[in-house]
Nanobody, 121 residues
Framework: QVQLVESGGGLVQAGGSLRLSCAASGRTFSSYAMGWFRQAPGKEREFVSA????????YYAGSVKGRFTISRDNAKNTVYLQMNSLKPEDTAVYYCAAGTLGTMASRYDYWGQGTQVTVSS
């Protein structure tokens, strides 16, 4: 079992930055790939970024590539999402997830409760 708790969301102006954190409980954190997904009102949950268990490989959705950076610290059981050059269309609830590497939500077994990111224009 892995429990995930996101933090770091908030309100930011367009062009600004935020860093999301996802703290995991459990001794098996380092064995999981980690992903970030987001869901805007009235839209389906979508893939944002993912990282392998050792941090060696990362993936990004085209809409965030070059602006967002995913990283992890297995010693701290934490995964991060650094978000720069934020746009109003990035507004959503952001979720972290643990599971098998992929871009589909079904690949992930454990989910956090989400953190709201709002980008004003």
């Amino acid at each position: 079992q892995v429990q995930l708790v996101e933090s770091g969301g908030g309100l930011v102006q367009a062009g600004g930055s935020l860093r999301l954190s996802c703290a995991a409980s459990g001794r098996t954190f380092s064995s999981y790939a980690m992903g970030w997904f987001r869901q805007a009102p009235g839209k389906e949950r979508e893939f944002v970024s993912a990282i392998t268990w050792d941090g060696g490989v990362t993936y990004y959705a085209g809409s965030v590539k070059g602006r967002f950076t995913i990283s992890r610290d297995n010693a701290k059981n934490t995964v991060y999402l650094q978000m720069n050059s934020l746009k109003p269309e990035d507004t959503a609830v952001y979720y972290c997830a643990a599971g098998t590497l992929g871009t589909m939500a079904s690949r992930y077994d454990y989910w956090g409760q989400g953190t709201q990111v709002t980008v004003s224009s």
